[in-house]
Antibody, heavy 123, light 107 residues
Framework: QVTLRESGPALVKPTQTLTLTCSFSGFSLNTSGMCVSWIRQPPGKAPEWLALIDWDGSRYYTTSLRTRLTISKDTSKNQVVLTMTNMGPVDTGTYYC???????????????WGQGTLVTVSS | DVQMTQSPSTLSASVGDRVTITCRASQSIKIWLAWYQQKPGKAPKLLVYKASSLETGVPSRFSGSGSGTEFTLTIDSLQPDDFATYYCQQYDSYLYTFGQGTKVEIK
């Protein structure tokens, strides 16, 4: 059974750096075809994809936030970490991690999601 | 980046109605299109992937079609549990993008 869970601060001050951790079970990021992404959703708006890390360590970022994002993995702990620098009020929203399976039987898109963690940026 | 445009933004319907939501891509994404259902306070749930493949456990009243730049999600005989917001999402490239959403409301 695949599960993912996000953790991190609920409140961040403007200009601070946000660090979120996605802890997962039911699969290994050492397995070919497995990927974990971060997606955020401002209140009342559509989801926005942020970043992805592949089983081989390849990293991909959304164009508009590329300079502020870093995604990394710790396969021994089954965790993926996202950092976002220079946080501002517009970054307020629910942050999700999700798994993608690019195997022959996988869906190749966001099939399994965590429950999300709400991050508010305010002084 | 590929832009995804959904229509309508809001849809009022009754239980038993047939509902169709459209999603257009700014360039061809072949069949790399997914549909999600989201209810308040919950994560999006995958309904359809590769434009027309139904995710395991999703009721057969949901169906997806299309290719290239135009796609549709159809719900046959709308049920009370189907009132939610629906999003399309393209994954033709690693720069994944979502549509702005369609809220299906009770008429």
């Amino acid at each position: 059974q695949v599960t993912l869970r996000e953790s991190g601060p609920a409140l961040v001050k403007p200009t601070q750096t946000l660090t979120l951790t996605c802890s997962f079970s039911g699969f290994s990021l050492n397995t070919s075809g497995m990927c974990v992404s971060w997606i955020r959703q401002p209140p009342g708006k559509a989801p926005e994809w942020l970043a992805l890390i592949d089983w081989d360590g390849s990293r991909y970022y959304t164009t508009s936030l590329r300079t502020r994002l870093t995604i990394s993995k710790d396969t021994s702990k089954n965790q993926v970490v996202l950092t976002m620098t220079n946080m501002g009020p517009v970054d307020t929203g629910t942050y999700y991690c999700a798994r993608i399976s690019r195997t022959a039987t996988g869906t190749a898109t966001f099939q399994h999601w965590g429950q999300g963690t709400l991050v508010t940026v305010s002084s | 980046d590929v832009q995804m445009t959904q229509s309508p933004s809001t849809l009022s319907a009754s239980v038993g109605d047939r509902v169709t939501i459209t999603c257009r891509a700014s360039q061809s994404i072949k069949i790399w299109l997914a549909w999600y259902q989201q209810k308040p306070g919950k994560a999006p749930k995958l309904l359809v992937y590769k434009a027309s493949s139904l995710e395991t456990g999703v009721p057969s009243r949901f169906s997806g079609s299309g290719s290239g730049t135009e796609f549709t999600l159809t719900i046959d005989s709308l049920q009370p549990d189907d009132f939610a917001t629906y999003y399309c999402q393209q994954y033709d490239s690693y720069l994944y993008t979502f549509g702005q959403g369609t809220k299906v409301e009770i008429k």
